[in-house]
């Protein structure tokens, strides 16, 4: 059994799908096992994904017939594979050659974590941009706790988990949330509350916007995700013990990573109200 699984959904990635497995195999930390989820390719995805598997032992790829939703995909991935830790990989993202070997040995170094993320490269087609790693060395909890909530990123859901961890998130995802906006950050909350997540200084991991229309939500649709996921947020907090003081400068905290990471309450609901306008003067 390979320390690491990797798992690979992809639906037509012909285009960029061979830069992300040469970037797999290109990792300086070479015990990996990769399972690419096959969601019913019918560009020549599918044909490029054979060839890897045929070529490196360490790939195996499926081409299922019936194409499912995307979760359902992401969710069939990790079902493959059976390792110490796991990690999911965008058929569009990246990562320099020391990125898995960083994230391998910062677990490693934090027994109690169950996540470990490094720093990431966002690329999209008219711009770059660098994010960093909080700080999480202050001496109160509720203040690293704020740094790292604060300052996480949405492509840490791509770091690597404890395997079990993996599915425990996953599990609590599906039955917690129904939206895709702002999923990743629905499994980060846990591991970022109990302070379970490593931080990698090894190579960065570079997500490629790919797909921009994947990323777009209505705004009467964003107020619906903020809604539950404030609800799944404030039920996390509930479960944890904190003093009164510790609660109320946590309530603080989540209102903020809230208005940065989910949807900013007031300026999407002017948007939702111009959205509602414009569909009645169409329907007029």
């Not at 059994?1 to 798992?7: F, L, N, R, S, W």
């Not at 946590?250 to 959205?275: C, F, G």
Request: overall charge neutral.
């Amino acid at each position: 059994m390979a320390k690491v699984g990797i798992g690979i959904p992809t639906y037509n990635g012909a285009e960029f799908i061979r830069e992300c497995l040469e970037s797999l195999q290109q990792q300086t930390f070479e015990d990996f096992e990769a399972f690419i989820s096959d969601n019913g390719s019918t560009d020549g995805t599918s044909e490029i994904c054979e060839e890897f598997a045929t070529a490196d032992r360490r790939f195996r790829h499926h081409r299922y017939d019936k194409t499912v939703p995307v979760l359902d995909n992401f969710l069939r991935a990790r079902s493959q594979l059976e390792s110490q830790y796991f990690m999911w990989r965008a058929d569009d993202d990246l990562a320099e050659a020391t990125h898995l070997a960083g994230l391998v040995q910062a677990l490693e170094a934090n027994p109690s974590a169950v996540l470990a993320v490094s720093s990431i490269r966002r690329h999209s087609d008219s711009s770059e941009k660098v994010f960093g790693l909080p700080s999480n060395t202050a001496s109160e909890r509720v203040d690293r706790i704020h740094d790292v909530l604060i300052g996480c990123h949405p492509s840490w859901f791509y770091g690597l988990w404890d395997w079990a961890t993996a599915g425990q998130m996953a599990d609590f995802l599906i039955s917690s949330y129904s939206f895709d906006w702002a999923a990743d950050h629905v499994m980060l909350l846990p591991p970022i509350l109990d302070e379970k997540v490593a931080f990698s200084q090894g190579g960065h991991f570079i997500q490629r916007i790919k797909r921009q229309q994947a990323y777009l939500l209505s705004p009467s649709k964003k107020l619906q995700a903020r809604a539950r996921y404030t609800d799944l947020a404030r039920r996390l907090l509930d479960e944890r013990d904190w003093t009164p003081a510790e609660r109320r400068a946590m309530d603080r905290t989540m209102w903020k990573h809230i208005e940065l990471r989910v949807a900013p309450l007031s300026k999407t609901k002017r948007r939702a109200v111009k959205e509602r306008l414009l569909s009645l003067l169409r329907l007029g």
